[in-house]
DNA sequence: TTCGCTGCAAAGCTTTTGCAGTGGT
DNA sequence: ACCACTGCAAAAGCTTTGCAGCGAA
């Protein structure tokens, strides 16, 4: 089934008002990896120039609150985005030099994550798993400006 | 060893200058569980009044960078910063319902992360792993309006 | 019909930045 | 003595919100 149909069929079993202008926002969102709130405006608007900011931004916090998309803090730029419902498990490697970003799978932690709130009698909605750290190439590299804002480029790889 | 002297060690190892300022401010965010930058700022200025907001918050980039801090998407209100440098490894379990935060510990989480970090040839400086999801109070309530606050059944959406 | 949702646009909040002077190494 | 760092304050994002009309259920 379509990832878009899973999400609305999820909002609509909890209530919420599957208007014209949502179809569109998360039938956008599904096709990112990652995107930032003006990407999505932007996108958006591109099918239907009358789609306010502000309904995106609406139904971009609807959707975090949800647990249907989560936020990235990838430490440069705007946060970025991602529907991460119906989708599998992965979390993120990042260089803090060069800003590489890897994705990584690890079923042991997610494992473990349900230990976890097992044992504090919740219930799991979604998760954030970010390590940062230097890459082989920058680990060896004193850097002259440690503040220098580096590039951002993301690289999909499955472990 | 005082952890805002590991800090500052670490900073100078790094070819960062370390200004008056930057141990001010070093000195008070240690001193915290989790801070914003804005009562970080009203904290810093209660000690030295001339300190800019600017500062604060180039200092807090800088040592959100480097993976000195880490910034917490806690889903209300502005980021929280958390100083993790050394420091004990910890996560966060949170309730998106009532907003209730619990720090716990997995050391095999910690394993795992030496073994996918070592895998990728990178150097692990920081992490943040956050669970979403609702506390036993809270998955039993069927709020009055669902948009703002979420219940919801995932495994009815999913059988 | 109800009341949640939308467009519009302004306001609000947080964070960034240019510039000239200061201070760490 | 360099040049990174700072204070100041304005500007620049980014996100939220009030309001009147609209539309999904």
Redesign the pocket.
């Known amino acids: 089934m379509k990832r878009f149909v899973e999400v609305e069929q999820f909002l ?1 079993a909890r209530g ?7 179809q569109l926002i998360v039938r956008r969102a599904v096709s990112y990896l990652h995107f ?3 990407e999505l405006v932007k996108d958006v608007r591109t099918i239907d120039p ?6 995106v ?3 971009l ?1 609807l959707l975090h609150r949800t647990g249907v998309v989560e936020k990235h803090d990838f430490r440069y ?3 970025n985005y991602e529907v991460t419902f119906a989708k599998a498990h992965h979390d993120h490697l990042m260089c803090i030099q060069c800003g590489e970003i890897i994705e990584f799978q690890e079923p042991r932690v997610e494992h473990i994550q349900e230990q976890v709130v097992k044992r504090y009698g919740y219930q799991l909605l979604s998760h954030t798993h970010k390590l940062y750290g230097l890459c082989q190439k920058c680990r060896h590299v004193n850097p002259k ?1 440690a ?1 220098k804002a580096p590039m951002l480029h993301v690289e999909e790889i499955v472990a």
Chains 1, 2 share one sequence.
């Open positions: 609509k919420i008002r599957l208007t014209g202008e949502r930032t709130a003006e009358t789609v306010a900011r502000g309904t931004y609406r139904t916090g730029g705007p946060p400006r503040s």
